[in-house]
């Protein structure tokens, strides 16, 4: 199993509808969860991170964990074409402080 | 404030030969990580510099190496280049002051390297 894993999509989803982004994680003590953006041929910037089980909400964003399932994901209302880009879901393992990422979710919001 | 800086930002290498890459963190910034980033693979573990020791090891050959200056400033370094290491090679700072386990890593614009 890998460590940590994404659908690499794409994912279409149409202008003013919410986009849903998965990713699972193996090392089940894991504490830290956290979701960045890359835009093509930028560098990754976090948008939002995640410590405790259940929502955390930030502006037209949601993550979401559940770790008895070891579930992440992030929610994108009232999606935009600014919000086509790659997701990336990175978790900091316990077993040795390691932040790794996902490859990542392309993402596409159809106008 | 400026940003993480890396040099160079694009390289042209032949197989066999070595690279050495820069990368300037945030000041106040302690913490150096390294990233590769291919298409296959996405981004992955390089290596972590904290106050000039290596913290921490991703799955990579010993061609792979890196330090931490006192200035907090990190080189990486890859010998014997070969064709699988073209590559993105972005480097990451993170600040002391947050919980080490935010994982608020302020990446770099990367180096291009290409292996010929």
């Known amino acids: 199993q890998k460590e940590v894993e994404q659908n690499s999509g794409p994912l279409s989803v149409p202008e003013g509808a919410i986009a849903s982004l998965n990713c699972t994680y193996s090392?089940?003590?894991?504490?830290?969860f956290f979701w960045y953006r890359q835009y093509s041929g930028k560098s990754p910037e976090l948008i939002m991170f995640?410590?405790?089980?259940g929502d955390k909400e930030d502006g037209r964003f949601t993550a979401q964990l559940n770790k008895a399932s070891q579930y992440v994901s992030l929610l994108i209302r009232d999606s935009q074409p600014s919000d086509s880009a790659t997701y990336l879901c990175?978790?900091?393992?316990?077993?040795?402080?390691?932040?790794?990422f996902g490859k990542g979710t392309r993402l596409h919001i159809l106008p | 404030k400026a940003g993480v800086t890396q040099t160079p930002r694009y390289l042209i290498k032949t197989r066999g030969q070595q690279v050495t890459l820069s990368c300037s963190p945030i000041?106040?910034?302690?913490?150096v990580s390294w990233y590769q980033q291919t298409p296959g693979q996405g981004l992955q573990f390089l290596f972590e510099?904290?106050?000039?020791?290596?913290?921490n090891k991703g799955n990579f050959p010993g061609r792979f190496s890196g330090r931490q200056f006192s200035n907090s400033r990190s080189e990486m370094n890859v010998s014997t280049l070969e064709l699988g290491d073209s590559a993105l090679y972005l480097c990451?700072?993170?600040?002391?002051?947050?919980?080490?386990?935010?994982?608020?890593?302020?990446f770099g614009e990367g180096s291009r390297l290409t292996v010929l």
């Open positions: 990451a700072s993170s600040s002391p002051h947050s919980d080490r386990g935010t994982g608020e890593l302020f």
């Open positions: 090392d089940r003590g894991s504490q830290s």
């Open positions: 995640i410590y405790s089980n």
């Open positions: 990175a978790v900091n393992m316990n077993r040795d402080d390691k932040i790794i």
């Open positions: 000041s106040g910034h302690r913490s």
């Open positions: 510099y904290f106050s000039e020791t290596q913290r």
